[in-house]
């Protein structure tokens, strides 16, 4: 998958770096990793703004969309629109999920489904790390 902004792995770890991003924010953005459930800095943030992607600062969900799923992860039922995240499919640990990715520079963000609450229906369970809040 090409995406608008690419970077060398080398590149991604020191703009992570000189970010400040969380010690695990390189293997799960760029390399589909997780966090633990209850230990990311955002799954019980209520301060109004917008999550970005940290490494491109896209910005991607707002907290207007954020509620508690009582998953340990932050999660949203709506992205701030069809064109800011990127779904694929998931086969990993013998079951089918589908991964969220930021449409610009590719980062895994988390996972989508569809057990959330109305008007989607859907859950978007993301990675704290994977994040960066802006306040309002």
């Given amino acids: 998958m090409s995406h608008k902004i690419e970077k060398t792995d080398a590149e991604w770890k ?17 390399h589909e990793g997780t966090e633990r459930a209850f230990t990311g800095k955002y799954a019980d943030n209520k ?12 910005p991607l969900f707002d907290s207007d969309t ?6 340990g992860w932050p999660s949203y039922y709506q992205p701030l629109s069809a064109d800011t995240v990127e779904t694929k499919t998931d086969g990993k640990l013998f079951m089918k999920r589908t991964e969220v990715h930021c449409a610009d520079c590719g980062a895994h963000l988390g996972h989508v489904f569809d057990d959330g609450p109305a008007p989607t229906g859907l859950r978007y369970c993301m990675n704290s790390a994977s994040l960066d809040f802006k306040p309002r």
């Fill in 14 to 30: 020191e703009l992570l770096r000189e970010k400040g991003a969380e010690p695990g924010a390189f293997e799960i953005t760029r």
């Fill in 47 to 58: 301060d109004a703004g917008t999550y970005a992607c940290v490494c491109c600062g896209k």
């Fill in 66 to 71: 954020k509620y508690d799923s009582g998953s």
